[in-house]
């Protein structure tokens, strides 16, 4: 495990929305309460139903948020990429925790315990406010994702996916989104309900027609809002 000092524990939550907007002594005072953990890529961070005692926030990598269906397979409800947080459900509802979460490159998190998390909470409307808004949108993330499920082309459940692993994970430059370490395409086919194979042959597909294009390991979406015109 890497021990990171003060000084970077504060830097790092300062970048995180979450805590936007607070002060840098409050923003210390947090820093104090958290310790850094490191996970290597393939790592399981939280088994889903496993009883909830800390709360996470990403400062370096990214994750899976999976679970499993009934006949095995597992389906990817969200990726988390650097100032995320995770693991807030089951301290707020006193439940197991919700899903599994995977490490997809090596991580590096703050943590925190719950008793210090939800004191938290009570100090600071502004962070309350703020996890309401990220819940939010990933609620609204998730209605967009069971209504594309329901899709039965498979092409266009695909493309809302690369919309959502861009908004995710990526990294807007004049109009084009490029997702950085693109996760495996069984990943990918796990998010849209569909197999590796036609992710495969539909990723050629949309690059063949000018939407995308392969940069090493990143996926580049050329024109992002029309690429999102056109596929929701
Ligand atoms: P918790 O249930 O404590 O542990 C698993 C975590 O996965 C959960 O908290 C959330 O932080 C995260 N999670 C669960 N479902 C989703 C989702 N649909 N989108 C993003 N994150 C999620």
């Known amino acids: ?52 005692e800390t709360f996470f926030v990403l400062g370096k990598g990214a994750v899976k948020v999976t679970r499993m269906s009934d006949d095995g397979r597992e389906v990817i409800l969200a990726m988390l990429g650097e100032g995320d947080f995770f693991g807030e459900m089951s301290l707020l509802d006193g439940e197991g925790r919700s899903a599994n979460i995977v490490a997809i490159e090596d991580s ?25 808004e990220e819940l939010t949108s990933r609620l609204r993330r998730s209605d967009q994702q069971i209504e594309s499920l329901s899709l039965s082309d498979a092409e266009q459940r695909i493309s809302i996916t690369l919309i959502r692993l861009a908004e995710e994970l990526g990294t ?53 809002a029309l690429f999102r015109r056109q596929f929701t």
């Open 172 to 224: 807007i430059k004049s109009g084009a989104v490029t997702i950085r370490n693109l996760p495996y395409q069984q990943d990918i086919a796990n998010m849209a309900g569909t197999s590796r194979e036609t992710v495969s042959r539909t990723l050629k597909l949309l690059m063949e027609k000018g939407f995308l294009k392969r940069d090493g390991k990143a996926l580049i979406i050329k024109d992002f």
């Open 108 to 132: 590096e998190s703050l943590t925190i315990k719950r008793s210090e998390f939800l004191a938290i909470l009570e100090n600071y409307p502004k962070i309350a406010i703020n996890l309401l």
């Open 1 to 52: 495990m890497i021990l990171f000092s003060a000084m970077s524990k504060i830097e790092l939550l300062q970048s995180v929305p979450l805590f936007g907007d607070l002060s840098e002594s409050s923003i210390s005072k947090i820093a104090d309460q958290m310790i850094l953990r490191s996970y290597s890529k393939g790592q399981m961070i939280l088994m889903e139903e496993s009883s909830g």
